[in-house]
């Protein structure tokens, strides 16, 4: 590819601040799955210069990430996350070319409310799996992080061992992007740690409503993290959330807290029985664990274990996996449209006349809106 080369020039370096490596992989300000905007440098939180980099071709990405190098998977999920028009060029060859070594991970998504412990229960998991000599990616998608940044130091800590093991790779989140963005950016980056070797790949999010819908449609199993709580056990989680869950999970449950995470696991288990399973063969079921002691997390991976058992031998898993991908495919023409509309320089001088007289009741909004979709004349190779 040839005429690709030195098109990885300017890739945003922000996070790499010269680290030779990526291990000990610690959160910093190695942000990812998150969108920029194309920029040239930028040093973005980091007080270590960027230290300037040979760019890469798409070629020697994709031979770097299936090689298993962290140093070059981070820049391509960088390159990925960029949305800069040259960047998006070339991160599609470089996931074109990494695409036949994709496919082979299990994908978790793991939801929940903020302090349920779902960075902990990684932790003490991600541990245990790194153990049986498994590979473990995890990627944390927290578009609430933007203000507070509160769970990227949170992540840093409670995410302490797992993240110096180098048979781990963590990219927490970021500031910054949009939900949308960063979940189309999370699905590149999932193929971009598969491609790696990454056998098991975690996907963290809070839960704040839309978030598990957008994460569950791009993971086989879906987990959610409850914490026992007084009152009414359903408060501030939304039916809908359960009903896309493979298996809730009442955490915290050692010292006194055991028999409340005991009881809550009944009650929720009783809401299960009102529900229609999401996913074909399985039963959702109620556990409980405690990511600080240990207790049922063991059960859990075995858990998946058997919904992978059973998933791919009565053909859901590759079901579902195909569904995604369409769903994929959807969500990102509605996207690209969208971008080629709004893009379009006649239309963009249109809007505000348009705005106007819409605002001052001076034209019916449909109208408007036909008005400006006959403006809309996409010329041939103006297409992104
Ligand atoms: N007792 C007890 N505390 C726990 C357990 N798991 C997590 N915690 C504590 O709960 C707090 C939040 O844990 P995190 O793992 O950061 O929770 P999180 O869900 O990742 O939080 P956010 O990423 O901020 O949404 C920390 O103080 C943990 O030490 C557990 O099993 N038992
Ligand atoms: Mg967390």
New binding site residues.
Partial sequence: MSGNKGAGKDVPEADQAGRPDWAPVDAGPQFAVRVVRGRATGSRGSSAPAVPRRSLTAAEYAQGVIGGNRTILARAITLVESNAERHRRLAREVLARVLPHTGGSVRIGLS????????????TLGNQLVTQGKRLAVL?V?PSSTITR??IL??K??METLARNRACFIRPSPAGGNLGGVARKSRETILLCEAAGYDVIVV?T?GVGQNEVTVRSMVDFFLL?LIAGGGDELQGIKKGVIEIADALVI?????D?QARAAISRQEYAMALGYLSPITRGWQTRAHV?????GMGVAELWRMVQRFLEITRANGFFAERRQAQSVEWFHTLLDDSLRDLFRRDPVVAARLPDLERAVAQGAYLVPDAVDDLLRTFQPAPGRRS
């Fill in positions: 929940g409310v903020p302090g349920a412990g779902k960075s902990s229960l990684i932790e944390a927290d509160g769970s949170g992540d800590t409670r963290e809070v993290l955490n915290k449950a050692d010292g807290n664990c405690s990511a600080r002691t």
